[in-house]
């Protein structure tokens, strides 16, 4: 029976009736409408620049890598220009620029015809780059605005979940928009929801803090267990969010199943992110933090030796379980210690982050000069699961992992 009040749930967790005055509730759901339309449409870009724009997986590889570089230096021009521009807006220009993004992706075959494909790809790059940065860094300091350090895993794993929740079908509903209409189609829908997630901020507070930034603080070597921890965690993203959908693309899985993989994994994802961020403000992210490591390598491991629907789709699914566990420990256990400073905090999280990206992209571009491009893709996503793996062997043994 519980389904015929599931708005009582609702208003118990997001409190709809006043969400106009939540800063927390407004993220919520302009976090919803933003994921609905990236996950559309982002697992796809690459295979979208290889099979519609002819680039070759090298230069698309390298793509990657100039996004994950220049964004380090984007992300530290943000926060240090955040102060004047405020939360709010800087997320809705993140917002504009993706839409700028699609519409750029939607004339790319003239733009690249005109302007050629370096300066083109520089274009795109810039764009991307700029969105990105503008909002992670916006959106760090507003859900830290927004919560408290006590309860700020079950905030998280609400802010982790239920937009993932809500975007559970976009993957699939992304592949059939491609599938039927193209990706010009894919482009032009998603730019739509972008724009409706920044109408939601509009009628929010804009938030305005002061920024100090201190480069020993950034760079914090006194606290290399943490910084590593950031690094693989990195890694991670680029095996799951560039290398699996190109290796599936590869193995000639089709556009459809690929959405319908993730329209699984992320169902699992939505609702252990959630439970997960419940468990660590009353037990500390440490055990759930090792419990999704061990799993979320194997997974990785597993399923880059996966040939068959089955397979992929379990290890898949074994990935969005233990990935959503792993994830809201380690940005949990971030966000409970980030409060004390910021700026320097964020900084940090992000620039060893985008380092673990740059790994992991170089050495998929290592093993791609000397082996064929799905036994590169194979054995990258081996070393990251390994590497996740190990992290167990990283963490503090404390209440929280970066205590």
Known sequence: MDKYHHELHIAKHL???????????????ADTLRLIALSMVS????IFLYKNLGLTIHEIAFFELFLFIGAIFCHYFVLTNISRWGIKRSLIISYFLNVVFYLILGAS????????????????????????????????VYFLKATKAENGGEKLGLLMGVPTLASIVSPLLGATVITVFGFYGSFLVSALFVFAASMVLLTAENIVIDISLNFEKIFDFGKMRKNI???????????????????LFFLSVKLISIGFLYLVSNSAYALVSYLGGKRIDKNGSNGVGKLGAVGHGVSLVFRAFSTTIFAITTFQTMGGVFGGLLHVALDG???????DDMANNIMNREMYMHIGRILGVLIFISFLSIIALVQAAVVTLIITGVLTFVLVLIFEKKYSIFD
Do not use: C, E, R
């Open 109 to 140: 075959v003239v733009l690249m015809a005109d302007l050629g494909k370096i300066l083109f790809l520089f274009i795109l790059a810039l764009i991307d780059i700029m969105a990105s940065s503008f909002y992670w860094t916006a959106h760090h």
């Open 43 to 46: 697992l796809f870009v690459p």
């Open 15 to 29: 409190h709809l009736s006043s969400f106009l005055h939540n800063k927390y509730n407004n993220l919520v759901i």
């Open 333 to 339: 256990s971030f966000y409970k210690q980030a409060h």
């Open 229 to 247: 921890i950031f690094i693989i965690q990195g890694m991670g993203h680029v095996a799951t969010g560039f290398l699996w959908p190109i290796l």
